[in-house]
C-alpha cells in the first residue's frame, strides 16, 4: 500500500521559513518524479516544484528564488525549503509521485501552511 505523508506545515510570518516533509513508502521511491503542489481556497491546484529521479527540478516562476525542492532517496523522502514567505503562499501543500509519462500515480493527504502577520 503506497503512503505519502507530508509533515512541516504550519503557521508563519511573512518573510519567514518553513521546511516541508514529504516520506514515501510502499513504493520504489527513486524511480518516480516526486513533486509538490498547492491549493489556495477557491482556486485551483498548481504545480510548485518537482524533481525528477535524475535530480531535475523545475519550479513554478512565482516560487523561484525563494522555494527549494530535494530529495533523500536513501530516506525515501522529498523535501520543500520555503523561505521569504508571502501570505499568497498561503494554501494546502500536496506531495504526489509521478510516472516519467507525467501521470501523477500518487497524492499524499496535505498539509496546510498559513502565511499571516
Known amino acids: 500500500q503506497v503512503q505519502l505523508v507530508e509533515s512541516g506545515g504550519g503557521l508563519v510570518q511573512p518573510g519567514g521559513s518553513l521546511r516541508l516533509s514529504c516520506a514515501a513508502s510502499?513504493?520504489?521511491?527513486?524511480?518516480?518524479?516526486m513533486g509538490w503542489y498547492r491549493q489556495a481556497p477557491g482556486k485551483q491546484r498548481e504545480l510548485v516544484a518537482a524533481i525528477t529521479s535524475g535530480g531535475s527540478t523545475n519550479y513554478a516562476d512565482s516560487v523561484k528564488g525563494r522555494f527549494t525542492i530535494s530529495r533523500d532517496n536513501a530516506k525515501n523522502t522529498v523535501y520543500l525549503q520555503m523561505n521569504s514567505l508571502k501570505p499568497e503562499d498561503t494554501a494546502v501543500y500536496y506531495c504526489?509521485?509521478?510516472?516519467?509519462?507525467?501521470?501523477?500515480?500518487?497524492w499524499g493527504q496535505g498539509t496546510q501552511v498559513t502565511v499571516s502577520s
Open positions: 504526489s509521485a509521478e510516472w516519467a509519462t507525467g501521470t501523477i500515480a500518487y
Open positions: 510502499g513504493m520504489i521511491f527513486s524511480i518516480y518524479t
